[in-house]
């Protein structure tokens, strides 16, 4: 069975870090390019990494690229965004989602996603 299952969301304080953790069943990190994207209430989704596959190259969106780190771990089939000086407005749900493709693309996984793990960052 396919599925994406997403950990790590908590309460956090402005300028904490956060590590969420996106275990992958059903295929092989080293097949398809995984991405993560975010979407808070009443906004759209917000597209912020992706690591590709076969060479584990990493792209970051504007968001994304000053403070967030995404790795993986391709025998444990676990994604990781590491996420740094977090603000209240990284307050979202965050998801790990792919495109089937090796490679990463402009759609930061809008075709399968996870159910999401909720950030909220507040004093």
């Known amino acids: 069975q396919v599925q994406l299952v997403e950990s790590g969301g908590a309460l956090v304080r402005p300028g904490g870090s956060l590590t969420l953790a996106c275990a992958v069943s059903g295929f092989r990190l080293d097949y398809y390019a ?50 740094n000086n977090l603000q209240p407005e990284d307050t979202a749900v965050y998801y790990c989602a792919t495109d089937w493709t090796a490679y990463c693309t402009v759609n930061y996984g809008k075709e399968f996603r996870g159910n999401g793990t909720l950030v909220t960052v507040s004093s």
């Open 34 to 83: 995984v991405s993560w994207f975010r979407q808070a209430p009443g906004k759209e989704r917000e597209g912020l990494a992706c690591i590709s596959s076969s060479s584990g190259g990493t792209f970051y969106t504007d968001v994304a690229k000053d403070r967030f780190t995404i790795s993986k771990d391709n025998a444990e089939k676990i994604v990781y965004l590491w996420m």
